[in-house]
C-alpha cells in the first residue's frame, strides 16, 4: 500500500469515526432532552396535584375566612408554578443554570449538595415498596374491659347512674 493510500484510509476512518462520534452525541442528547422534558412534565403535573389539592382544602372553609383565602392564594400560586414549569424551554433552562453556576460556584455546588441530601432523605423515607405500607395490619390496643369475664365495676350502686 502506498503512503497515499493509507492517508486516504485514515482519512476516511477518522471522518467516520467523527461521523459516528456526532451521531452517538445528537441521540444522548436526545435521550437526556426527553427525559427532562417528560421529568419536567411530570414535576408540572405534581404541582398542579398540589394545586388541586389546595384548592380542595380552601373549599373546606367558608370563602370568608383568613384560611380560605391564604390557601385559595396558595392554590393560585401553585398553578401558576405548574404552567410555568410546563412551558419552561429546556434549552434556556439548561443556558441560565449553566450561567448561574459559572458566575457562582461555590453556591451552585452547595445548592447541589443540599438538593442532593434532601433527596437522599426523601427516597429513605419511601416505604420500600408501595405494597409494604397496604401490608401492614394495625392492632388496636386491647382493653381490659374488652374481656366478657373481666369484672366491670357496677357504677350504678355509687350512684353514677
Excluded: C
Amino acid at each position: 500500500m502506498s503512503d497515499d493510500s493509507i492517508s486516504k484510509s485514515t482519512a476516511s476512518a477518522r471522518d467516520a469515526a467523527a461521523k459516528l462520534a456526532e451521531d452517538t452525541a445528537e441521540k444522548a442528547r436526545d435521550t437526556a432532552r426527553t427525559k427532562v422534558e417528560d421529568a419536567r412534565d411530570h414535576t408540572a403535573d405534581e404541582v398542579n396535584r398540589a394545586a388541586e389539592a389546595a384548592e380542595a382544602a380552601a373549599d373546606t372553609f367558608d370563602a370568608e375566612t383568613l384560611q380560605a383565602q391564604a390557601i385559595g392564594r396558595l392554590a393560585d400560586t401553585l398553578e401558576d408554578a405548574a404552567q410555568q414549569v410546563r412551558t419552561t424551554d429546556i434549552d434556556k433552562l439548561a443556558r441560565q443554570v449553566s450561567d448561574f453556576a459559572r458566575a457562582n460556584p461555590a453556591v451552585f455546588v452547595g445548592g447541589a449538595a443540599v438538593l442532593g441530601f434532601a433527596a437522599t432523605r426523601l427516597l429513605k423515607a419511601r416505604p420500600a415498596s408501595r405494597g409494604a405500607a397496604a401490608r401492614e395490619t394495625y392492632t388496636a390496643p386491647s382493653s381490659r374491659w374488652d374481656d366478657e369475664d373481666a369484672d366491670m365495676p357496677d357504677l350504678t350502686s355509687r350512684g353514677a347512674v
